[in-house]
């Protein structure tokens, strides 16, 4: 069992910045993968960008590529996501989430075993 909170939404201008963190607790390995995923109103849940715990290698969507970091603090057990330049087309709820280990599809919903409740980012235009 894993237990995931995030923190650190908010209402921010566009061009703004917000640091996402998301707290684990339980079952955590070092070859466990964190992801972060998006989901805007009526619009499906997608893919931000994904850490492996232990080495710290990332992995990121296309499109947020040189505006968003994703990295770790293994003593604090704590993943973040920090959000930069943002758009109002980034406002939406944003979930953590865990997986046991690496494989090619680190970017897909459904390979994801634990979530946590979100948290929301609002960008003003």
């Known amino acids: 069992q894993v237990q995931l909170v995030e923190s650190g939404g908010g209402l921010v201008q566009a061009g703004g910045s917000l640091r996402l963190s998301c707290v684990a607790s339980?079952?955590?390995?070092?070859?466990?993968?964190m992801g972060w995923f998006r989901q805007a109103p009526g619009k499906e849940r997608e893919f931000v960008a994904a850490?492996?715990?232990?080495?710290?290698?990332?992995y990121y969507a296309d499109s947020e590529k040189g505006r968003f970091t994703i990295s770790r603090d293994n003593a604090k057990n704590t993943v973040y996501l920090q959000l930069n330049t943002l758009k109002p087309e980034d406002a939406a709820v944003y979930y953590c989430?865990?997986?046991?280990?690496?494989?090619?599809?680190?970017?897909?919903?459904?390979?994801?075993?634990?979530w946590g409740q979100g948290t929301q980012v609002t960008v003003s235009s």
């Open positions: 989430a865990w997986r046991p280990f690496f494989s090619e599809n680190y970017y897909y919903v459904g390979s994801y075993a634990y």
């Open positions: 339980g079952r955590t390995f070092n070859m466990n993968v």
């Open positions: 850490i492996i715990w232990g080495g710290g290698s990332t």
